[in-house]
């Protein structure tokens, strides 16, 4: 099949190419697939279940700062600190969650829920001096693989290509899985998923567990790779709406969709930040109009522009 | 004959609206009984608490020997009480099939296995032809029949059928009974809401009939459709 | 802690929330109407705050008055961009309109940025000065004069909603969108309608606080977030909801700022707004439904 | 734009974008040529432009373009032949993944040295990049302490940290007072909650015990907060005698308009680093409030001949007063272009090793010689202390650089 071909000659090429490329191309690189890994995470809830989350900053923050306080506080390895980031974030996710699906918030209101519980997070790191309050934990560069801490960025690289791989993957098994089905059939219409015996409450939840997961296992490669956090970089909007925006582009819901979307979006905002440069805000203010276009003109994504020619 | 639903002075109010009233109500295993009553008496009301989508404010559910009083839909659907929709809610994004693999996973959880139990409910409910058209894009009557066979796929003992020949042409609704005989040949019982008086004094073995929440009327569609209050109450709407 | 304390929170806390009420009024028109949560509110808000800085800078109208000017230039604007830009995507999935007006949002923020540079740009009114001491608390007459114009425009979109058929067609949409479309209104005219009002909403409130703020091309930003909150305490798409709501987050805001440590203010309004999101997801004071 | 310095690789991305922007990236790829038409040296800045610190970015980057033109006028970097420099230009806006990647494309085309980044947030990990790529950092606006921490070898700061911007400040309004016979026991303290923020109210807090105040009140809020009425009662409250203020623009001039209205009743509203109150805007804008307003800021040294003539030269060709991160700005390059003369190279390793020997007595700044200790650190590095008197900000310690004497206590303030 062309598809696959081209998969796999894509797939070749970002293995074997980086150690060619000038650092800037590698930065981005690696900026690309962060931000699509982000997006695969959201997409899990935001695009397969429908729950448009505002908040992901939440687990994203949680996950950065468990393995980083772990580390600084306790030495524990941020390979493990990741793991328990990310059950710690599932765990938080699975409290919202409950709590507003429990009460029945929908659309709008799920978003904005999640939103505030984000904000509530930063505000109180922004408060608790235990945890950095704004001067945030930084983690000193050095060589110590066992630790999550590389000389040089290849080897960041490749941990986040494995990363985004596997959340490919991951997405991939579930949407062909019953569970698959059943976040499909809750997107769609949720009493009449509920009529067909679908225990919408559970997949909800699960997709959240799981979404937030993935998501806070981001905040540690975060923290490890930029080698500073604070409360606004992990909590704030921006994070949030980083993860929906690679997806909805790209295709909310889609296997390969907020990958896509990574690969052209972070292009398009390096190209034009390089063509507008001298002119500030110019960029941004390109990036606004083009994100107003694709969704007036592709309102299900590329790759769903793409499957209905 | 045992009772498969056994219904006792189920009430359901909204505020200070009564929308049903008292209803005492049974379907027997292979039963088919028709719902009937003018607009606004309550029918659909009952099929929502019925099937958990509203918890009665007071009133007994009886399925299968135990209550269902606050479970969940998906819970009583697993427990083999599967309905439809007066509006048809169809996943409108999925394909036919895919909406149907939607209720076979009630009964297994291999994908496979779902798929091949929803293509054989396709085929059954005529809509093999169009499995893997978008659900969107069928016909009224085609997505009637698809909301039937999501229902039908999670292998119910009782069918809650609401409206499912409304808006139909004759031809349509001739074929929606032929499938409704065939599916209740296979030991399904039907409690349905319709309109088309032709159709549900053809298919129920008994009618029950609910006028501003309240039961008036039960028995043989034949007697019924003599009852002075029966026809008062339709005539009234009329009126 | 001093009653003189309280007392003053309470004052700052009302004058504060009038201007989120009018804010949030206009947002809330705009979602009872169109069922969109508007995130280029602030930012147009921070057009108007422009708009009423160059009227002063070039022309040397006062704020206040510019709004006899902004108000009307708004309205137009936003019947403009709902025409261009939101009715298009009116079918659109419910996120896919949310992002919409994410994306016009930047747009708006960096025009500004490119056109007028990052520079914070001050506006003084006559009254910018003036303040007196109710007891032992602080009344600034420009943040008094704001409360009190946003309270008027409130009650008169109020009477305007209840009074004139547009305002009667638009509650009917609000309301009923199919019965309304039924009742033969012009759905389309209305939503536009519904966007230039609330435009015209954040002009007015733009104008109001520049006397005793700042105009910068993030300004919208105080103002966004918090009108989302005021939205769903008073319940989406309630108009009188929203301005008491305002009055409830500028207490809570400034009740914060008085009884906790740290920046920790903003927790009380978070936390208010997740309550009552949960418990009351029609809002404290009712309106559409959330569930 | 009208000005004169040059942007290379930037007008060209627009037509065939990727494939430019792969060839400037490439060339880097052999230094050789680079350096064959040594007539250039090329110096990177990554500035915030876009978002909301996009007023204060410009402002340096002014500086920046003044001291590049100023030193091309000149003849350039005369020991490299007269060697010109080509400022390369990056938007981090004010986010960490474009610092990483702006620094990079950077460093790719061949910068002898990056400046900026303006947020300590995007320097912290910035130095990762510059260090990794034995590429000499000149920081410019950001505070935060333990920025130079861990051993770093191409990280330099020429202006006051966090701790010598805050603990000076103190002791000079403290020395001041006790020249006045004023006492200052009692101190309050406001801080935007951010990085910045956060570390000048930690220094203030911890300098008290060993300067004999005590910290009666500290209240650090958010920056887009509208209303700082209910914050600044609390503070009225508690009787200070002294309020310090450590935040942006926006948010210091409501704090400076509330305190005035509320009758806060303290000896002098002293800024700390702060973003308003020496800036000549602020104050043309607003003459009433800011009069007798003390800031603790970068300053420039106003007996220094030569700093009047940057400034005028400023004034002529932005239309402006210079502000203090202009003077920052324009200084570092000086610092810069003074290390390449002596390295006479523009290998990075060299021109690092030259900054590290840095002692150049010739500059604009209110301090004496400019040394980087082994951190990076300028190890005299100091504040001024500003007070606004009619309508300037003007010297007023320490006072060998003092242009006017204080007016402390500020009647005003005390209500």
């Known amino acids: 099949m062309a598809a696959r071909a081209v998969g796999l000659v894509a797939l070749a090429a970002l293995v074997a190419l980086p150690p060619l490329l000038p650092k800037y191309f590698l930065e981005v690189l690696i900026s690309v697939l962060f931000y699509a890994y982000l997006g695969e995470s959201w997409n899990v809830l935001g695009g397969y279940a429908g729950q448009f989350s505002f908040g992901h900053a939440a687990f994203f923050g949680i996950g950065a700062y468990t393995s980083t306080l772990l580390f600084l506080r306790l030495a524990v390895s941020p390979w493990i600190g990741m793991v328990a980031g990310g059950l710690l974030a599932a765990g938080f996710g699975l409290f919202a969650g409950s709590l507003s699906f429990r009460y029945g918030l929908r659309g709008p209101y799920f978003s904005l829920v999640t939103l505030a519980f984000a904000e509530m997070l930063r505000v109180v790191a922004v408060n608790t001096k235990a945890v950095g309050s704004s001067l945030g934990l930084s983690i000193a560069p050095r060589s110590a693989p066992a630790l999550f801490l590389f000389d040089g960025k290849l080897p960041y690289y490749y941990v986040i290509l494995a990363m985004a791989l596997g959340a490919v993957l991951l997405t991939r098994a579930i949407e062909r899985s019953k569970l698959g089905y059943a976040l499909h059939a809750v997107r769609e219409n949720e009493d009449a998923a509920e009529a067909a015996g679908v225990d919408t409450l559970a997949m909800k939840l699960r997709a959240m567990a799981i979404s937030s997961f993935l998501t806070a296992l981001g905040g540690t490669f975060y923290a490890q790779y930029y080698g500073y956090i604070d409360p606004s970089l992990t909590f704030g909007p921006a994070v949030s709406i980083q993860g929906l925006l690679q997806a909805i582009v790209g295709g909310a819901g889609t296997v390969l969709g907020p990958f896509v979307g990574s690969f052209v979006l972070t292009p398009i905002s390096e190209l034009s930040r390089a063509a507008l440069r001298g002119r500030a805000g110019a960029d941004v203010m390109l990036y606004g109009l083009i994100l107003v276009l694709v969704i007036s003109f592709l309102p299900h994504g590329l790759v769903g522009w793409f499957r209905r020619r | 004959m045992s009772d498969l639903l056994r219904v006792r002075g189920l009430t359901k109010r909204f505020g200070g609206l009564v929308a049903v009233n008292r209803l005492d109500l049974d379907v027997g295993a292979g039963e088919i009984v028709g719902l009937i009553g003018p607009n606004g008496a309550g029918k659909t009301t009952a099929f929502h608490v019925i099937s958990g989508f509203h918890v009665p404010s007071a009133g007994e559910i009886v399925f299968k020997g135990a209550s269902v009083v606050g479970q969940k839909p998906h819970a009583i659907c697993r427990r083999g009480l599967a309905r439809t929709f007066q509006i048809v809610q169809p996943f409108a994004g999925l394909t036919a099939l895919e909406n149907v693999m939607i209720g076979a996973f009630n009964r297994t959880g291999d994908v496979a296995e779902g798929r091949a139990h929803a293509r054989e409910v396709l085929d059954f409910v005529g809509l093999g032809s169009h499995r893997d058209a978008p659900a969107r894009t069928l016909t009224l009557a085609d997505r009637k029949r698809l909301e039937m066979a999501r229902a039908l796929a999670t292998q119910p003992e009782l069918l809650l059928l609401d409206e499912v020949m409304s808006g139909l042409n004759p031809t349509e609704i001739d074929q929606i009974v032929g499938l409704l005989r065939t599916i209740h040949a296979r030991g399904v019982a039907i409690l349905l809401i319709e309109h088309v008086m032709r159709a549900v004094m053809a298919l129920s073995h008994r009618l029950v009939v609910l006028h501003h929440g309240e039961k008036i009327a039960q028995g043989p569609p034949g007697e019924v459709a003599r009852d002075r209050r029966v026809i008062d109450a339709y005539l009234g709407e009329s009126a | ?291 | 734009m009208a000005t004169s310095y040059r942007v290379s690789g930037g007008g060209t991305i627009s037509r065939r974008g990727f494939l430019a922007l792969a060839g400037a990236a490439t060339a880097a790829g052999w230094p050789a040529i680079a350096r064959a038409q040594a007539r250039e040296v090329k110096v990177g800045y990554i500035l915030p432009m876009t978002g909301p610190l996009a007023f204060e970015a410009q402002i340096s980057l002014n500086g920046v373009q003044l001291a590049v033109d100023e030193i091309n006028g000149a003849g350039g970097v005369k020991s490299l032949g007269g060697a010109k420099l080509t400022l390369l230009p990056g938007d981090t806006q004010n986010k960490v993944e474009l610092g990483n990647s702006e620094a990079a494309r950077l460093i790719d085309q061949g910068i002898v040295a990056l400046i900026g980044p303006f947020s300590s947030l995007v320097a912290y990990s910035v130095r990762q990049v510059t260090e990794k790529n034995k590429t000499p950092f000149l920081l410019l606006a950001a505070v935060a302490d333990n920025l130079t921490e861990g051993g770093l070898r191409y990280v330099f700061r020429m202006q006051p940290n966090g701790k010598a911007m805050s603990t000076l400040t103190v002791n000079n309004m403290l020395e001041m007072a006790r020249a006045a016979a004023v006492p200052v026991k009692r101190v309050a303290m406001m801080h935007e909650d951010g990085n910045f923020g956060t570390t000048m109210g930690n220094h203030v807090e911890g300098f008290a015990k060993a300067s004999g105040f005590e910290m009666v009140q500290r209240i650090p809020y958010n920056l887009k907060s509208p209303d700082f009425t209910a914050e600044l009662s609390k503070i009225k409250a508690a009787r200070p005698d002294l309020l310090v203020i450590s935040g942006y623009y926006g948010d210091s001039k409501i704090i400076a308009e509330t305190a005035a209205k509320l009758r806060i009743g303290v000896h002098a509203l002293v800024g700390l680093a702060n973003a308003a109150y020496s800036n000549p805007r602020f104050i043309a804008d607003n003459r009433e409030l800011t009069d007798q307003l003390f800031d603790g800021n970068y300053w420039h040294n106003p007996q220094s001949a030569r700093a009047k003539a940057v400034f005028d030269a400023y004034q002529k060709r932005f239309s402006q007063v210079m502000s203090s991160h202009s003077v920052q700005a324009y200084q570092v390059v000086h610092v810069l272009r003074d290390a390449l003369e002596r390295a006479a190279s523009t290998d990075r390793d060299r021109v690092r090793d030259a900054l590290a020997k840095t002692n150049l007595a010739d500059h604009i700044l209110p301090q004496d010689a400019i040394r980087f200790d082994d951190s990076g650190e300028n190890a005299n590095a100091s504040p001024a202390l500003l007070q606004v008197q009619n309508g300037r900000p003007l010297v007023v310690g320490p006072a060998r650089f003092a242009e006017t004497k204080p007016v402390f206590p500020v009647p005003k303030w005390k209500g």
């Open chain 3, 1 to 291: 802690m001093t009653w003189g304390l309280l007392l003053q929170a309470v004052i700052s806390g009302l004058l504060l929330g009038g201007v989120y009420g009018l804010v949030a009024s206009g947002l809330t028109l705009i979602f009872g109407v169109l069922r969109i949560i508007n995130f280029a509110h602030g930012a147009i808000m921070m057009l108007a705050m422009y708009a009423s800085y160059w009227l002063h800078a070039l022309g040397g109208v006062d704020p206040y008055l510019s709004i006899l000017l902004t108000a009307p230039l708004f309205f137009v604007l936003g019947v403009g961009v709902q025409r261009v830009v939101i009715e298009p995507n009116r079918r659109a999935a419910e996120h896919n309109q949310l992002l919409l007006t994410l994306g016009l949002a930047l747009f708006l923020e960096n025009l500004a940025l490119v056109l007028w540079q990052g520079d914070f740009r001050t506006v003084r009114s006559a009254i910018s000065g003036t303040s007196f001491m109710l007891g032992d608390a602080l009344v600034e007459g420009a943040r008094l004069v704001a409360c009190a114009g946003a309270v008027v425009v409130c009650v008169g979109l109020f009477a305007w909603l209840r009074l004139t058929d547009a305002g009667k067609a638009l509650r009917a949409l609000a309301e009923e969108p199919e019965g309304a479309a039924l009742m033969g209104i012009d759905v389309t005219r209305i939503r536009g309608v519904a966007f230039g009002m609330g435009a015209a909403c954040v002009a007015v409130a733009g104008a109001l606080v520049t006397p005793f703020f700042y105009v910068a091309p993030d300004v919208g930003e105080s103002f966004n977030i918090m009108a989302f909150v005021v939205v769903v305490l008073g319940g989406m798409g309630n108009f009188l909801g929203a301005l008491l709501g305002g009055f409830v987050i500028g207490l809570a805001e400034s009740l914060g700022a008085t009884l906790l440590p740290g920046s920790l203010k903003y927790l009380v309004v978070f936390l208010l707004f997740v309550l009552v999101l949960l418990l009351r997801p029609e809002g404290i004071f009712g309106g559409a439904r959330g569930r």
